[in-house]
């Protein structure tokens, strides 16, 4: 079964500053990744996600995630933090079961960004 | 990005009563809905797997018959919590993925409701 470690619950950093979010999947099969942000009170939005194709994602809001195979890491980046980025960040794995895919979520990371 | 609605946004019921959420691909077909259920802090927890027009697959620990589950149609599932109590109070999210067309590759990505927020008093 694939599953999602993402390390630190909590990740603080100041406006401007490189925001780094960890996560670190298993899988035997090629994985399809993903990474989404939800607000408080509200559903999930997609950042960006990793089907096999670059290695490097380019996501909405500037974020970005880098797909490493032999670290079996999937960290999400942001060269610099806008207070708008608060939120709490999901990682997940897509697993294929029998007539689809079920998504295995992460604990999810709180950011924080002080001004 | 395809559109899914989700409804109610919250809402507050009385212990032993019952609540249907909704859960809706505007624009798009979905043959399979997800939802589930995220505690406070904790991240999201998969309740069950809609098939439309076939049974709900529901993860362990899930009881099938408090939560009700139905697909009828390709854009529409609904959940109910039947016999609602205060330790169901939680946010429940349902998310969509679209059909995809014949011949093509099965979607990967899957489109997320607003939630519900449930308060069982």
């Known amino acids: 079964a694939q599953s999602v470690t993402q390390l630190g619950s909590h990740v603080s950093v100041s406006e401007g500053a490189l925001v780094l979010l960890r996560c670190n999947y298993s899988s035997s099969v090629p994985p399809y990744l993903f990474w989404y942000v939800q607000y408080p009170n509200q559903g999930l939005q997609l950042l960006l996600k990793y089907t096999s194709a670059a290695t490097l994602v380019k996501g909405i809001n500037g974020f970005e995630a880098e797909f490493k195979k032999s670290e079996t890491s999937f960290h999400l980046t942001k060269p610099s933090a806008h207070m708008s980025d608060a939120a709490e960040y999901f990682c997940a794995v897509s697993e294929i079961i029998t007539g689809g895919f079920k998504t295995i979520f992460g604990a999810g990371t709180r950011l924080f960004v002080k001004a | 990005g395809a559109v899914v609605s989700q409804h109610p946004s919250w809402v507050i019921c009385k212990s032993g009563t019952s609540v249907k959420i909704e859960c809706r691909s505007l624009?798009?077909?979905?043959?399979?809905m997800f939802w589930y259920r995220q505690f406070p802090k904790q991240s999201l927890m998969l309740m069950a797997t809609?098939?439309?027009?076939?049974?709900?697959?529901?993860e362990q620990g899930v009881e099938k018959d408090k939560f009700l589950i139905n697909h009828a149609s390709l854009t529409l599932s609904t959940l109910t919590v039947t016999s609602a109590h205060p330790e169901d109070s939680s946010f429940y999210i349902c998310s969509a993925r679209a059909t995809p067309r014949p011949g093509a590759n099965m979607n990967t990505e899957a489109f997320f409701g607003q939630g519900t927020r449930l308060t069982v008093v």
């Open positions: 809609s098939n439309e027009g076939s049974k709900a697959t529901y």
């Open positions: 624009d798009f077909q979905a043959t399979t």
